[in-house]
Nanobody, 121 residues
Framework: QVQLVESGGGLAQAGGSLRLSCVAS????????MAWFRQAPGKERERVAA????????YYTASVKGRFTISRDNAKNTVYLQMTSLKPEDTAVYYC??????????????WGQGTQVTVSS
């Protein structure tokens, strides 16, 4: 059974930083793309960042480019999201997800339980 467990959320001030982690188990982590999504109250879930199985292909939604960095450590079955220059509009529940395949355009079939990120102004 695939499990994804996120950690690292919390409260930050605008301009601050947080680092999210997601540990995966139950499948060969290094074969699959990983992504971070977020969902704010009253809004649809959006893909924030994605990383291919190798780590060489990356995707960022426009609003986080230059501020967020996705990375992975296949030896630790872990994907990270380093968030800097946080803004109040980054406030959301953040979810990690594992892709059905290795490329960043993969659809996603398993999700974590989510971790709350709140940015105060």
């Amino acid at each position: 059974q695939v499990q994804l467990v996120e950690s690292g959320g919390g409260l930050a001030q605008a301009g601050g930083s947080l680092r999210l982690s997601c540990v995966a188990s139950g499948r060969t982590f290094s074969n699959y793309a990983m992504a971070w999504f977020r969902q704010a109250p009253g809004k649809e879930r959006e893909r924030v960042a994605a990383i291919s199985w190798s780590g060489f292909s990356l995707y960022y939604t426009a609003s986080v480019k230059g501020r967020f960095t996705i990375s992975r450590d296949n030896a630790k079955n872990t994907v990270y999201l380093q968030m800097t220059s946080l803004k109040p509009e980054d406030t959301a529940v953040y979810y990690c997800a594992t892709g059905r395949a290795g490329g960043i355009d993969s659809s996603y079939d398993y999700w974590g339980q989510g971790t709350q990120v709140t940015v105060s102004s």
